[in-house]
């Protein structure tokens, strides 16, 4: 005959020794956080400002980087090819994963009217391109979109900033 507790030993055995395998194999997989929205289209804002004054603003916030192609007429500005951590470096970003990426900043400026108010969309496509060997081509990756939505920001920015001047010397004459 089997004794009462030499089974709740047994049971209580099992169940320790299944727990800790469940653990082992739940801390031990191999998975991926992924921490971003990688995209491939263009991010674009809109501008309750006149045409002229989102050129001078989108010129103010691209002040740090090397424009290739600037065309007031087109409303067009094109990066010279950019190393990936030059400008833009993300403090919880891993550089050595990227540390043949390239990318140019494209952007497109359109104008537009809203209810008869002059508006301009303002549309920033990053092209980054990831040299993966020595012979193959660069194949192009997305962009997790915040340098985009940082000079978006910036030029908002340089837009108030214009404004509350011109507020400012219309009060003081």
């Not at 089974?7 to 055995?13: A, G, I, S």
């Not at 727990?19 to 031990?28: A, D, K, R, Y």
């Not at 501008?47 to 001078?56: G, I």
């Not at 990227?98 to 301009?120: E, M, Q």
Request: glycine residues 2%; positive net charge; charged residues 25%.
């Amino acid at each position: 005959m089997i004794r009462p507790d030499f089974n709740c030993k047994v049971l209580m055995n099992f169940y320790s020794l299944l727990s800790f395998f469940f653990i082992i194999i739940t801390l031990s997989s191999c998975t991926t956080l992924k921490l971003k929205n990688d995209v491939l289209y263009p991010i674009s804002k809109t501008f309750p400002v006149d045409y002229q004054k989102t050129w001078r603003a989108t010129m103010l916030a691209l002040e740090d980087y090397p424009i290739e192609t600037e065309d007031n007429e087109k409303g067009y500005l094109k990066t010279e090819s950019i190393n990936y951590d030059t400008i833009w470096n993300l403090p919880f970003e891993d550089a050595s994963s990227v540390k043949a990426a390239k990318y140019t900043l494209h952007i497109k400026l359109v104008k537009g009217k809203i209810k008869g108010r002059s508006v301009v969309k303002v549309r920033i496509l990053k092209k980054i391109l990831v040299q993966k060997g020595f012979i193959g081509e660069p194949e192009r990756i997305p962009s997790d979109s915040l340098e985009e939505k940082s000079i978006l920001y910036r030029i908002l920015r340089e837009i108030h900033i214009e404004q509350a001047i011109a507020n400012h010397y219309q009060q003081s004459s």
